[in-house]
T-cell receptor, first 113, second 113 residues
Framework: GDSVTQMEGPVTLSEEAFLTINCTYT??????LFWYVQYPGEGLQLLLK?????DKGSNKGFEATYRKETTSFHLEKGSVQVSDSAVYFC????????????FGTGTRLKVLA | DADVTQTPRNRITKTGKRIMLECSQT?????MYWYRQDPGLGLRLIYY???????NKGEISDGYSVSRQAQAKFSLSLESAIPNQTALYFC????????????FGPGTRLTVL
């Protein structure tokens, strides 16, 4: 079945460091791919998404490119801030157009000043 | 005001008690979802509803029931709570479609003693 695998955390970085959080997926066809972010004490909110191969989603300095050949959707940011500290979830929505989201287990990011 | 609200935000209860978690949304979406979040497991779908008359089980529905009282309201019940139902519960809504973005409530932290 469909699945999402993302790197385990926690990831601890200094402010202004480069961030990569790896995400790979298994799915038939062309799923839509998402990154959600969960700040402390809050629900998940959409960070970015990509709906077809080679699409790049971007928001708030974060980027991720839909790579069909490597079945990946890695999240990157060139310079992290303390305010980026949160849990990041990779997710997919199957190409069959059903309701179902498949979430990864989440990666906790801690940015130190 | 928040688009998706959940009540209560925190609840401590005892084994065997009946608990209801409530969710309301003002986004006008037809689709609503209940998820459970556990450390290291990500989000798992409990139930989902595509409209008032359409309710479906997710991957972990045992021990839970739901009620869709209106388009805007979707409640989750634990008929007889047990300690392994201690978790963070999220309600979410979406408009539908293959690139569907889900909008999450702030979560309810439930502890079953």
């Amino acid at each position: 079945g469909d699945s999402v695998t993302q790197m385990e955390g926690p990831v601890t970085l200094s402010e202004e460091a480069f961030l990569t959080i790896n995400c790979t997926y298994t799915a038939t066809g062309y799923p839509s791919l998402f990154w959600y972010v969960q700040y402390p004490g809050e629900g998940l909110q959409l960070l970015l998404k990509a709906t077809k191969a080679d699409d790049k989603g971007s928001n708030k300095g974060f980027e991720a490119t839909y790579r069909k050949e490597t079945t990946s959707f890695h999240l990157e940011k060139g310079s992290v801030q303390v305010s980026d500290s949160a849990v990041y979830f990779c997710a997919l929505s199957p190409s069959s157009g059903t309701y179902k989201y498949i979430f990864g287990t989440g990666t906790r990011l801690k940015v130190l000043a | 005001d928040a688009d998706v609200t959940q009540t209560p935000r925190n609840r401590i209860t005892k084994t065997g008690k009946r608990i209801m978690l409530e969710c309301s949304q003002t986004k006008g979406h037809d689709r609503m979802y209940w998820y459970r979040q556990d450390p290291g497991l990500g989000l798992r779908l409990i139930y989902y509803s595509f409209d008032v008359k359409d309710i479906n089980k997710g991957e972990i529905s045992d021990g839970y029931s739901v009620s869709r009282q209106a388009q805007a309201k979707f409640s989750l019940s634990l008929e007889s709570a047990i300690p392994n139902q201690t978790a963070l519960y999220f309600c979410a809504t979406s408009a539908g479609g293959g690139t569907d973005t889900q909008y999450f409530g702030p979560g309810t932290r439930l502890t079953v003693l």
